[in-house]
């Protein structure tokens, strides 16, 4: 299964565009937004890949009841934290906590009480791929690319058991680890 892990999307259609191009040719099974779509119209185009959608609502997603309305059949949004299986992986979904240094703390306690296999987490637009314990955490880094040097994504696929940060405006591979 492969598995495309975004946040922080902000409205940046320009770079939601790239991603909708970059995904439609990767054979994706499943989309994780990480949240921060921030307005229906933006969400759309995630959806109109029309690939299975489970995401968790941001910070600065306002109107919540229009982003859920705008769902359609292929999307969920809920509110974080959101406790789920990806292929077996015991799962946990969350935006962020205040500042970056909150996020991440709590991120590593989370990780470090070994309840989950993944913890994927967005909010500090600042990619992260990291090993604590039995549990990986991963940030996407910010799709928008504001508040950051690349706009960047996360692929996860669970027959390789690698996770990769893609830039989406280059397409290349920045980090990789394997979960072996």
């Not at 009480?113 to 500090?124: A, C, F, K, Q, R």
């Not at 039995?134 to 040097?149: C, H, K, Q, R």
């Amino acid at each position: 299964m492969k598995v495309v892990i975004v946040s922080d999307s902000h409205d940046n259609l320009l770079n939601v565009s790239k991603f909708i191009a970059y995904v439609a040719n990767i054979g994706v099974d499943l989309i994780i937004h990480l949240g921060d779509y921030i307005s229906p119209f933006t969400l759309k185009k995630f959806l109109s890949l029309n690939i299975r959608l489970l995401g968790v609502f941001g910070n600065n997603d306002g109107d919540k009841l229009l982003l859920l309305k705008s769902l359609g059949s292929v999307g969920e949004i809920y509110e974080a934290p959101l406790e789920t299986s990806i292929d077996g992986f015991k799962t946990l979904l969350l935006h962020g906590f205040g500042s970056r240094e909150l996020t991440e703390k709590i991120v590593r306690y989370l990780a470090n009480s070994s309840g989950y296999d993944l913890i994927l987490y967005g909010h500090t637009h600042t990619y992260n791929v990291e090993k604590y314990g039995n549990t990986v955490m991963v940030n996407p880094g910010a799709l928008s690319g504001y508040l950051t040097e690349y706009p960047t994504i996360a692929i996860f696929d669970t027959k390789d058991l690698s996770i990769s940060i893609v830039d989406i405006d280059s397409h290349k591979v920045i980090k990789n680890i394997v979960l072996k």
